[in-house]
């Protein structure tokens, strides 16, 4: 069974630029979920879809930050501009159904270096 | 906010010992806890997971305690392998997003 993917899986961008990561779920896999993971921490939920529709949003800065999922599979996590402090590594993770104690299946991530 | 957190940034352990990573988590209405596994350069992966109304579970060379009384988790892994090398992450819910800990890098001295 083929696990999530995701690209790029590095990036460098200057602040203030503008920078997109995708993901493609494992196949058959009904939410999907974008972490944001710095550096000597854990990842942080900064969004959740159920199919098509976000089910919790409540830690994404949605000043700058926005997700999509307009076909209930692949997802684009983009963030406009970007912050020196958005230097982290962007996790996507998939899991059969909702529900909190599902298990949540990451990709190797996005690492995004902001300068 | 409440959080889960971590006892040691760092545990050394030679191969072939039993490794023991201990969390600490703050939230006591938290009903079901999970162990993540973080390679280098790689997302974490599942290991085991345990719910509120039990107090142990075994996995392959694995088990999870959770002690409710004092909000204590630990993570027992059983003749440690070099393989075993990577970041472990103790994570949290309360039929809520999981919060993580910060993470314990094991380290396996050959």
């Known amino acids: 069974e083929a696990g999530v993917a995701q690209s790029p899986r590095y990036k460098i961008i200057e602040k203030r630029q503008s920078v997109a990561f995708w993901c493609n779920p494992i196949?058959?896999?009904?939410?999907l979920y974008w972490y944001q993971q710095i550096l000597g921490q854990g990842p942080k939920l900064l969004i959740q879809?159920?199919?098509?529709?976000?089910?919790?949003d409540s830690q994404l800065p949605k000043d700058r930050f926005s997700a999509e999922r307009l076909k209930g599979v692949d997802s684009t996590l983009k963030i406009q501009p970007a912050k020196l402090e958005d230097s982290a590594v962007y996790l996507c993770?998939?899991?059969?159904?909702?529900?909190?104690?599902?298990?949540?299946?990451f990709g190797p991530g996005t690492r995004l270096l902001v300068l | 906010g409440e959080s889960v957190g971590l006892h040691l940034p760092t545990l050394s352990v030679q191969e072939g010992d039993n490794s023991i990573i201990n969390c600490a988590y703050s939230?006591?209405?938290?009903?079901?806890f999970i162990w993540y596994k973080q390679e280098s350069g790689k997302g974490p992966q599942f290991i085991i997971d345990?719910?509120?109304?039990?107090d142990k579970r075994q996995g392959q060379r694995v088990t999870v305690l959770l002690n409710k009384t004092v909000k204590h988790l630990s993570l027992q892994i059983a003749a440690t392998q070099p393989g075993d090398s990577a970041v472990y992450f103790c994570?949290?819910?309360?039929?809520?997003?999981?919060?993580f800990g910060k993470g314990t890098r094991l380290s396996v001295i050959a």
């Open positions: 993770a998939s899991s059969l159904d909702f529900g909190w104690q599902e298990t949540q299946y």
């Open positions: 196949s058959g896999h009904a939410t």
């Open positions: 879809f159920q199919n098509n529709g976000v089910v919790d």
């Open positions: 939230n006591s209405a938290s009903d079901y």
């Open positions: 345990i719910r509120s109304n039990m």
């Open positions: 994570a949290e819910s309360q039929n809520t997003p999981l919060v």
